[in-house]
């Protein structure tokens, strides 16, 4: 028993030898980290301090309308490829006023029907844009005396025999608005019509004169005015002393579906 106690005895000592040689270690007692060290659950915090950790977001200015100009009224003068014109712009000069006043008007050329082709020459070796085209023309024709109509082809009958009867060549009128007139001549001239109309008269009945109209198609060379405005006083005192025969007057131009043109 003596030496077991002698033994427990130096181990002890062996124990308490080999911890006295260890550094001491103290438990300090540090306070908790707080701040960026400290990781906290968002659900560990309340309402009030979840909204109090909210980045306040910039609040944004409503944008400003820009008002929209109008490139028409007020272009950019900087801008040197800006070619709408200024109101004082919009004034045509006075040539360019003369041939809007052009537009659609020709010269109109006729003469015997034998030369225009050469006096469309001249134009074509200018370059002036011509062309041919046919006018209708109206011209006064011969004279018809005549008794007015009657209210039927009867009455105008019985009337054409007693004239008949006096020696005067007459006929009934067929159609048209002097229907059931009798004619009682045709002439030329006006001295003769009016001799014939009082001839009618002295026999008692009412006498009245018709001029017809002849229709004539003749060939007119159109000079556009526009591409002729080109060309001096001098140009078209030459051309009538080569063609005294060719009359030239200014007015619409002769427009048809087929065109003769020289050009």
Request: aromatic fraction near 8%; hydrophobic fraction near 40%; include cysteine.
């Amino acid at each position: 028993m003596k030496w077991l106690a002698l033994m427990l005895l130096a181990a002890n000592l062996g124990v308490w030898f080999v911890y006295s040689q260890q550094p001491e270690l103290r438990v300090v007692n540090e306070p908790s980290p707080s701040g960026a060290s400290r990781l906290i659950l968002m659900q560990e915090l309340n309402f009030t301090e979840r909204n109090s950790l909210r980045i306040e977001q910039p609040q944004v200015e409503p944008a400003t309308p820009v008002a929209r100009v109008d490139s028409a009224s007020e272009p950019d003068e900087s801008d040197p490829f800006n070619l709408i014109r200024q109101p004082d712009e919009l004034q045509d000069t006075p040539d360019q006023q003369r041939l809007r006043e052009l537009q659609g008007q020709c010269h109109l050329i006729k003469a015997d029907e034998q030369i225009l082709p050469g006096i469309a020459e001249r134009f074509d070796a200018l370059d002036i844009r011509q062309w041919m085209a046919r006018e209708i023309t109206e011209t006064p024709g011969p004279m018809m005396v005549y008794v007015p109509p009657f209210e039927t082809a009867r009455e105008a009958a019985v009337e054409v025999s007693v004239l008949r009867s006096e020696g005067v060549d007459s006929f009934i009128i067929a159609d048209g608005e002097l229907a059931n007139g009798i004619s009682v001549g045709v002439f030329g001239s006006e001295a003769n019509a009016a001799t014939r109309a009082a001839q009618i008269e002295a026999i008692g009945y009412s006498a009245e004169t018709y001029q017809y109209s002849i229709e004539e198609s003749v060939s007119v060379l159109n000079v556009d005015a526009v591409s002729a405005d080109v060309l001096g006083q001098s140009f078209w005192t030459q051309l009538e002393a080569d063609f005294p025969s060719m009359a030239r007057q200014q007015n619409s131009c002769i427009e048809v579906a087929s065109q003769d043109n020289f050009q």
